[in-house]
């Protein structure tokens, strides 16, 4: 009855995903900047990695700092956490490019300290010493960099090449010389054979072709080498585009719900939601009296949470509204419809 095109053809490697167990009883904190957050998201997904072993790592980021204001993409809106989820991401499983940075970083103290024993330019200045000074602003410039980086990489999927070409241009220097940029859409002409962790940055329900098989390709190519994929604010789920019948639902069975929820955080007007694997989804609401200035709501299963359900949950606990009553109420009955909705 459905033509068997890439998407209904799309078969995952030997390697299945892993999935893991809940560890509810504990509660997710909130992070301290955005800094902190991509340094614990990247955290999270190396454990992930490592309780995974052998087995496909396919997790999910998902990061929205907007509360609601549309005045960005959200691929614009989420350009800096990337760069430092992809650089924390990068220095924890990338080997030798942590120790790379840090000859980089001596590099340029280094330089910074000679530039400053030379003192100012003069106009009769030694030709060996202008060389130095050349020699020292380019070390500077480079951030220490002296040579390109040739071990193992951390790739940057973007939904389009266009994207994908303004990171080469922007990003250098603000993430460490392995990671290399790519897009799900046009020809593969990358060599991805050094390839150790992938990042599938804001991929789009209209993409979700290009991107799984993009997928199929990394995982069955490098089976034994990359550690794992990473979806960063992936938005695979759009009705106007998968619908809620057969396209969406085999969508989600084939990709969405094989990716664990490693790291999420959503802030809200009144406070946010958090998780870090392999802890609980934590429901936070902002309090002066409390320490640390916000006090605990709520602590969910590994679910992500609806946005209505979230919403509920405060005007609970802040006396807006009254709690469902036991047993198969009007409003059991609609949150029950709702996610089911979102299974289809």
Known sequence: LYPLGITEAFVAPTRKPWTSKLNAEVVTDLPESLEDSAEIAAKACEQFAE??????ARCRV??????????????????????????????????????ERQKEMMRVSEAKVE??????????EDESITKRRQELMEILQSGGATKAWDGPKCRIYFPDEGNAA????????????????????????????????HLYFCPKASESDMVEEVLKKAETTLADTLRMSIFVNPQLVDMGVTGYGYAGRRLRERLIDQLTSTYYLKTMPWGAVTRC??????????????????????????????????????????????????????LNAIGDFVQGMTQL
């Open 51 to 56: 309780a995974a072993g052998n087995s496909l």
């Open 62 to 99: 998902d990061v929205d700092f907007t509360v609601g204001d549309e005045t960005y993409t959200l691929l614009k809106a989420s350009t800096e956490y990337m760069q430092s989820f992809s650089s924390a991401i990068s220095y924890l499983m990338i080997p030798g490019i942590m120790q």
């Open 115 to 124: 530039w400053m024993e030379m003192g100012e330019e003069a106009a009769d």
């Open 166 to 197: 303004l990171a080469r241009r922007d990003w250098q220097g603000l993430v460490p010389a392995c990671v290399e940029f790519s897009s799900c859409g046009g020809r593969q002409m990358e060599d991805i054979s050094k390839d150790v962790v």
């Open 277 to 330: 694997w392999p802890k609980a989804f934590t429901i936070w609401q902002e309090d002066q009296a409390a320490e640390g200035g916000y006090r605990l709501l709520s602590c969910l299963g590994d679910r992500i949470p609806e946005a209505v359900e979230v919403e509920d949950i405060y005007a609970i606990e802040n006396g807006e509204m009254d709690a469902p009553k036991d047993g198969p109420g009007f």
